[in-house]
């Protein structure tokens, strides 16, 4: 735990140490897709406010020998939910993170964002019972801006948690048809936990498969390597974060 929060100290101030130029880097790390050369794409999906949806794709997946990413909030991953998540990292299926409760974030100070975004990696771990480290963060409605209008307060408030990236997409499309134009190599595909986006994902994942494309998590399209697992639980704490 304190190695965690040593770490994470770290992190938080050498990005306060970046210097006013880093605006262009900070603008790479927004991701809306991965290498256009590999036939890789990522199948992502938000929100789980219906959480039956969620599992219902996590098996549907499974039954095609797929992989893809869920970007629950954290008030959507609940204790007596631990055995269908578990399911879920079981069949290789990354989990991300998409804030605590939906909220637009751009408008939010900088302590509420590192809140809602801490309470949700304390959450996951809880439920699950050991820490696994998120690497992705995806915004609720895309939204990347802040108060100032260029992002920095938002990316250092992600960067502080060690995410790796904000996740954009792509495709945003529930339309079987209008999906598969739309789709190409690095393709990150956005869905929710809702009946029509699951018979979407049921249509084209057949297709995909038959055109050689190959459907992987976004840490893996991004070439992040696995999510690292580790005994302590990462717990959030206000205190540790004020001033910062
Ligand atoms: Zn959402």
């Not at 199948?43 to 992989?67: P, Q």
């Not at 637009?104 to 100070?109: A, E, F, N, Q, Y």
């Not at 945003?172 to 929710?192: C, V, W, Y």
Request: proline share 3%; aromatic share 12%.
């Amino acid at each position: 735990m304190k190695k965690l929060i040593h770490w994470l100290l770290m992190l938080s101030m050498l990005s306060f140490l970046l210097p006013a130029g880093a605006a262009e880097e900070e603008l790479k790390f927004v991701v809306r897709n991965g290498s256009r050369e590999e036939k890789k794409i990522a199948l992502t999906v938000d929100d789980f406010f219906d959480t039956s949806w969620g599992w219902k794709i996590r098996d549907m997946w499974h039954d095609f020998g797929i992989t893809g990413t869920f970007f629950p909030l954290g008030m959507s991953i609940l204790p007596e939910d631990r055995e269908e998540w578990q399911r879920a990292i079981d069949d290789g299926i990354e989990i991300g993170s998409h804030n605590w409760g939906h909220y637009k974030m751009g408008s939010s100070d900088d302590l509420s964002i590192l809140s809602s975004l801490g309470r949700t990696q304390q959450t996951l771990d809880a439920v699950l019972g050991y820490h696994y480290q998120i690497h992705c963060f995806r915004p609720p409605f895309g939204n990347t801006t802040d108060e100032k209008g260029d992002g920095t307060v938002f990316h250092r408030a992600v960067k502080f948690f060690g995410y790796s990236h904000i996740i954009l997409w792509d495709v945003s499309q529930t339309d079987p048809e209008m999906a598969l134009r739309k789709a190409k190599n690095g393709s990150i595909l956005l869905f929710h936990t809702r009946k029509k986006d699951y018979d979407c994902m049921q249509a084209i994942i057949p297709r995909l498969l038959e055109e050689g494309f190959q459907m992987v998590t976004v840490s893996d399209l991004l070439g992040f390597g696995p999510n690292e697992i580790s005994e302590e639980l990462y717990v959030y704490r206000k205190e540790d974060y004020q001033g910062r």
